[in-house]
């Protein structure tokens, strides 16, 4: 995982809506990255709808949100439609951007190891240095916590 003041490591990746997102085109806006393991299951689900809830708030402060995982564009699109969410989802499928923000883990199930994305949340501020992270998330009130952390930047 990435340490306090580090510079958030740099990228480009498709989001819905059809545009490419680049992290570093972002400045001056501080940025949320949430990353969740799987479109469409129950917690993430919850947390996309929490953060989709109080997206609002957060652009009302100059904070732009975005939720990554490995799912394609298509299952994004089809999940947000399907939820009615809001926050712009991107699409890490070679896993690039999760190993280089140290979220993609060895993940343990019902015996069987696997690699996987652990629930984690970065807070980048507007110079484009990491200002909180927020490993193995506990979704309830988790949303309401980053905005609060987010506002206080």
Same mark, same amino acid.
Do not use: Q
């Given at each position: 995982?990435?340490?306090?003041?580090?510079?958030?490591?740099?990228?480009?990746?498709?989001?819905?809506?059809?545009?490419?997102?680049?992290?570093?085109?972002?400045?001056?806006?501080?940025?949320?990255?949430?990353?969740?393991?799987?479109?469409?299951?129950?917690?993430?689900?919850?947390?996309?709808?929490?953060?989709?809830?109080?997206?609002?708030?957060?652009?009302?402060?100059? /904070? #732009? *949100?975005? !939720?990554?995982?490995?799912?394609? $564009? +298509?299952?994004?699109?089809?999940?947000?439609?399907?939820?009615?969410?809001?926050?712009?989802?991107?699409?890490?499928?070679?896993?690039?951007?999760?190993?280089?923000?140290?979220?993609?883990?060895?993940?343990?199930?019902?015996?069987?190891?696997?690699?996987?994305?652990?629930?984690?949340?970065?807070?980048?501020?507007?110079?484009?240095?990491?200002?909180?992270?927020?490993?193995? /998330? #506990? *979704?309830? !009130?988790?949303?309401?916590?980053? $905005? +609060?952390?987010?506002?206080?930047?």
């Amino acid at each position: 995982m990435l340490d306090i003041a580090d510079t958030a490591p740099d990228f480009t990746l498709p989001s819905t809506g059809g545009a490419d997102v680049t992290l570093s085109d972002l400045k001056p806006s501080k940025v949320v990255l949430f990353f969740y393991p799987r479109d469409d299951t129950s917690g993430c689900t919850k947390e996309n709808e929490a953060f989709s809830s109080l997206l609002g708030e957060f652009e009302a402060a100059g /904070v #732009k *949100v975005y !939720g990554i995982s490995k799912d394609s $564009l +298509e299952s994004h699109e089809k999940f947000m439609a399907k939820k009615s969410l809001t926050v712009p989802l991107l699409s890490d499928e070679n896993s690039d951007v999760c190993e280089r923000y140290g979220v993609w883990k060895e993940k343990s199930m019902y015996g069987k190891k696997f690699m996987g994305i652990e629930r984690a949340t970065v807070l980048i501020d507007g110079e484009g240095r990491i200002a909180r992270v927020w490993p193995k /998330v #506990k *979704v309830p !009130g988790h949303a309401e916590e980053v $905005l +609060e952390a987010a506002k206080a930047l």
